[in-house]
Nanobody, 124 residues
Framework: QVTLVESGGGLVQPGGSLRLSCASS????????IGWFRQAPGEGREGISC????????YYADSVKGRFTISRDDAENMVYLQMNSLKPEDTAVYHC?????????????????WGQGTQVTVSS
C-alpha cells in the first residue's frame, strides 16, 4: 500500500512563501507521477501540479503557474512544492498524491493514493 505524508504547511502573510514536503512510506517516489492537490473549506479538490515519474517534466494549473514550483529529490526520496507570492485564495489543505494518468491531466484529479494533507493559511 502506498502511503504519503505531507509536511511544511503553516500560517503565512500574503506575498510570503512556504515549502511543502511529501515523503513516502518507503517506495521510490521517482517510480510514480506525483502531484499536489488542494482543497479549501466547502470546495472541491483542485489538482495544481505534477512531476512525471523518472523525469523532471512538470505541470501546473493556471492558478499557480509562475508562483509554485514542484521538484523531486531522488536521493532523499522526497517531492517538494515551493510556493511563492502566496495569496489568501491559496488557503487550503494541500495533499500530495500518486497520479494514475499522465501529469498533463492533473487538473482532472486522476489520483490514486494520497496523504492526510497539510494546512496552508494565507492571511494578514
Amino acid at each position: 500500500q502506498v502511503t504519503l505524508v505531507e509536511s511544511g504547511g503553516g500560517l503565512v502573510q500574503p506575498g510570503g512563501s512556504l515549502r511543502l514536503s511529501c515523503a513516502s512510506s518507503g517506495f521510490p517516489l521517482k517510480n510514480y507521477n506525483i502531484g499536489w492537490f488542494r482543497q479549501a473549506p466547502g470546495e472541491g479538490r483542485e489538482g495544481i501540479s505534477c512531476i512525471s515519474e523518472r523525469t523532471t517534466n512538470t505541470y501546473y494549473a493556471d492558478s499557480v503557474k509562475g508562483r509554485f514550483t514542484i521538484s523531486r529529490d531522488d536521493a532523499e526520496n522526497m517531492v517538494y512544492l515551493q510556493m511563492n507570492s502566496l495569496k489568501p485564495e491559496d488557503t487550503a489543505v494541500y495533499h500530495c498524491a500518486t497520479v494514475v494518468l499522465d501529469c498533463r491531466y492533473v487538473e482532472q484529479e486522476p489520483f490514486g493514493s494520497w496523504g492526510q494533507g497539510t494546512q496552508v493559511t494565507v492571511s494578514s
